[in-house]
């Protein structure tokens, strides 16, 4: 897999670290190739720079604990992001890092929109592709047994089918609904 590319977006020693975070080896999903598709999703999306950046730094924390995770990833783009950016561009990149704790910007929020998208865009996949993806998933809890993962996943699953929407751009519920839609509703009846 090819590393995105950071130049011009992030000095080397911030984006080594950060390499470094998402390449842990107990990340089986949240790792190099979420962050390689979710920015080339949020290229697809025309995501700024801004936006670039909180996607690099939204799971640089990650052990499955929202918000915690979150809130230590937004931390973290905050000191590593000192004195690199303007204070105001650091609160955005960190305002933007906390929107993926419930994946719903509000309505005329169009850079929280597009993160947030590209942030779920792999919930679109093709189904092999989902399946291998809810599999890395999967490992990223080995204190669950099947029985309390089934559980958990399944109340994630109906808490975005109960949307009116998964993705917030027109963009990506052109790209991604349907097909994030089936998958998860075919997922749901493998889970029962």
């Not at 990340?27 to 995501?47: C, D, F, K, P, W």
């Not at 599999?135 to 009116?164: C, Q, T, Y």
């Not at 027109?170 to 029962?192: F, I, P, T, Y």
Request: glycine residues 6%.
């Amino acid at each position: 897999m090819r590393f995105p590319d950071w130049d011009g977006l992030l000095p080397d020693n911030v984006a080594l670290d950060l390499l470094a975070r998402w390449n842990e080896r107990r990340r089986h999903y949240h790792g190099i190739s979420h962050l390689v598709n979710g920015l080339q999703a949020l290229q697809e999306l025309g995501g700024t720079e801004l936006e670039q950046i909180a996607f690099w730094f939204h799971d640089a924390v990650h052990s499955n604990a929202t918000p915690a995770d979150e809130r230590a990833s937004a931390d973290l783009a905050g000191a590593m992001l000192s004195g690199v950016l303007p204070v105001h561009d650091v609160s955005e990149v960190q305002r933007l890092i906390m929107l993926t704790t419930h994946h719903q910007p509000v309505s005329d929020d169009v850079g929280g929109a597009r993160l947030c998208d590209a942030d779920l865009s792999a919930m679109g996949a093709d189904w092999d592709t989902y399946v291998d993806n809810i599999a890395g998933i999967r490992l990223e809890f080995p204190h669950l047994n099947d029985k309390a993962w089934r559980k958990g996943r399944s109340k994630f699953v109906v808490k975005f089918l109960d949307r009116r929407w998964l993705f917030s751009t027109w963009e990506g519920r052109h790209r991604w609904e349907d097909q994030a839609r089936a998958n998860m509703v075919r997922e749901l009846a493998c889970l029962s």
